[in-house]
């Protein structure tokens, strides 16, 4: 049995991670994690996929989503990082932040360090 893995896209993973978090399936993101191109800051892909379930299953959304963005990182290290936060209609802080960044083809996620 042969195992395919596709590459995907920048733009393809982020909505992947997108429709995660709106359909509230984490399962949905796995072929895109899996992808050659996406790389983790976390021990491997299995763990990185274990928190960003958990995160999603225990996110609690008041009121419902309000806003999901992408925002520059101007803060040291993380200059050429890009965030995807996801605010609900009560909270003024995101309530989940993912970063990317994006080089030679190849995305990088990190979770947000605090």
Do not use: C
């Not at 976390?42 to 299953?57: A, G, M, P």
């Amino acid at each position: 049995m042969v195992i395919r893995i596709q590459e995907y896209n920048s733009k393809e993973i982020k909505n992947a991670i997108i429709k995660s978090f709106i359909e509230k399936d984490p399962k949905y993101f796995i072929p895109f994690l899996l992808s050659k191109n996406v790389l983790v800051d976390y021990w491997n892909k299995t763990k990185f996929y274990q928190v960003f379930k958990n995160e999603i299953l225990n996110l609690e959304m008041k009121e419902g989503f309000k806003e999901i963005k992408f925002e520059k990182q101007d803060w040291g290290y993380y200059d050429d990082y890009t965030q995807l936060n996801i605010y609900d209609n009560y909270h003024l802080n995101p309530r989940f932040s993912i970063l990317f960044k994006d080089k030679d083809e190849k995305l990088y996620l990190e979770f947000n360090p605090f």
